[in-house]
């Protein structure tokens, strides 16, 4: 098996560069699913999510003064002291062990508007186990794979017969013969046997005899003999052997 070539086969490679740049994608949006997961307290003013292998806790409100200090408690932590950005969202990561689900979680600061602002919401369970569905991502990214090396060193001969591009057998281009005629006729310039490699010494491509009984212009080629013809007398003769037209 050989690999594809670009210039020959540019719509081949260019399916087997998509499946791959599919499969990739879909591994990457796997890991980077499994990499964070929100609570059911997300798209509301304070999210919960947990990051990185799931021992960090990631939080997240909106809606206080923008460069203010606001303060964040974890459960019976102290405080923390997180100031605002300039949209008025508290960021914030601690680390929280993945078995204090259920902990409660408070953000108090002050509102755009200048009063107080609180926000509760509790920690979220640790994402369970990797079950049978997570591996679903994987078989399809395994089959994009092997259908674009497939593609990639599959070898098809021409259809139809065709010859392959480039030179034949004899070193000439396919559709001429080993006398640099078109495939089709001999030596002789007669009608052959196209598709068959030139017998040694026969000077013909096709049948062994071209119409032997045809007299044609030409010339012979050195060592042609002499033969009587219809069993007359030496004399009698015409000369046989190879000919090629001139």
């Known amino acids: 098996m050989a690999l594809i070539s670009v210039r020959r086969h540019p719509a081949r490679v260019a ?30 003013a304070l999210s919960l999510r947990w990051t990185g292998q799931q021992d960090d806790l990631e939080i997240v409100a909106v809606g206080y003064r923008k460069r203010e200090i606001a303060q964040v ?4 932590a102290a405080w923390r002291d997180v100031r605002a950005d300039d949209n008025g969202t508290v960021r914030l990561t601690v680390p929280v062990d993945g078995a204090a689900a259920g902990t409660t979680v408070v953000v108090d600061g002050r509102a755009v508007a200048g009063g107080s602002r609180s926000l509760v919401s509790g920690v979220p369970p640790v994402v369970a186990a990797r079950g049978p569905a997570d591996l679903v991502p994987w078989l399809v990214a395994g089959v994009l794979v092997l ?31 080993h006398a640099g005629l078109p495939d089709g006729l001999n030596h002789g310039g007669l009608p052959g046997e196209p598709g ?10 096709g049948p062994r005899h071209a119409a032997p009984a045809l007299e044609l212009p030409g010339r012979w080629h050195p060592g042609a ?22």
């Open 147 to 177: 259908i674009a090396a497939a593609a990639a060193f599959s070898h098809r001969r021409p259809a139809g017969g065709a010859q392959p591009d480039g030179p034949n057998h004899a070193g000439l281009p396919y559709g001429l013969n």
């Open 73 to 76: 408690r974890v459960g019976s």
């Open 15 to 44: 399916v087997v560069l998509a499946l791959l740049a599919l499969a990739v994608g879909v591994l990457f949006l796997t890991a980077r699913g499994a990499s964070s997961q929100p609570s059911a307290a997300a798209g509301s």
């Open 196 to 205: 068959r490699a030139c017998r040694a010494g026969s000077g013909t491509r």
């Open 225 to 246: 003999h002499r033969r009587p013809v219809g069993g007359g007398s030496p004399a009698d003769t015409r000369p046989t052997g190879v000919m090629t037209t001139l």
